[in-house]
């Protein structure tokens, strides 16, 4: 497999978009920025279109996909074309890395970890979803088997930990308003998944059977109509207490 389509989400094909519909969250952005210390040289692993990076340091920008390279906006530093299993960097070259949702893509995630770790002088700064937290996404009542693909792709806590050596855990609040369009952004706005453009800007989508996305998205639909999908809301934020 080439570098530029590598992963196990094909983005040079279905990536575009991306850029529109995942905006960094101010508020997200500032606990990642402050999680990067007093770091002058950060390398973004997985950069995708950009988001997240500090715009005050000097960002080092890896990506495989051309698509989301393509999509990175003018102001922002160009990125080079490699994977996170093989930085094209010396030990310890960085102050800190960041890899923001990403991990989950990588073909090797322990691999990528560790290799971010060596190039890394400082902190590593990992944004991601506990697999083992999925229950309490409401989406997953609607789409049992999406749930199922997600904990097969994002890797464990304690996997990352293991990696990365020495490592504090820290839980990201997600803003009822969040800007960025991952697919747990939108507890307050369930009907924003009945819009292709919004299921697209998120890959797991991409990894479900032929007919399921129908299916789902019908039922959702069906009870945006009547009012049940309330229900389904209420009971799932039973669950996070």
Do not use: K
């Amino acid at each position: 497999m080439g570098a530029a389509n590598a992963g196990d989400f094909n983005y040079d094909r279905h990536g575009h978009g991306y850029a529109r519909r995942r905006q960094a969250d101010p508020r997200i952005a500032a606990v990642i920025h402050g999680a990067l210390g007093s770091a002058r040289t950060v390398l973004n692993v997985g950069a995708g279109a950009g988001s997240y990076e500090p715009a005050d340091r000097y960002v080092l920008a890896v990506e495989p996909s051309a698509t989301m390279r393509a999509q990175r906006p003018p102001h922002l530093a160009v990125a080079i074309r490699g994977l996170a299993e093989a930085l094209p960097l010396d030990d310890a070259a960085v102050d800190a890395s960041m890899a923001i949702l990403t991990v989950h893509q990588w073909p090797d995630q322990v691999a990528g970890l560790r290799e971010v770790r060596r190039v890394t002088r400082g902190p590593v700064v990992i944004l991601t979803f506990d697999p083992g937290a999925f229950d309490r996404f409401w989406l997953f009542e609607y789409a049992p088997e999406l749930a199922e693909i997600e904990r097969r792709r994002f890797p464990a806590i304690e996997t990352i930990r293991a990696a990365l050596g020495e490592t504090e855990v820290r839980p990201v609040p997600v803003p009822l308003d969040c800007t960025d369009g991952f697919a747990e952004s939108f507890y307050g706005r369930p009907e924003s998944f009945l819009e292709p453009a919004v299921r697209r800007a998120q890959s797991g989508w991409g990894f479900l059977e032929a007919g399921s996305e129908e299916r789902i998205v019908c039922a959702l639909s069906r009870d945006l109509f009547d009012g049940a999908v309330r229900i389904v809301l209420r009971r799932r934020e039973f669950r996070r207490t």
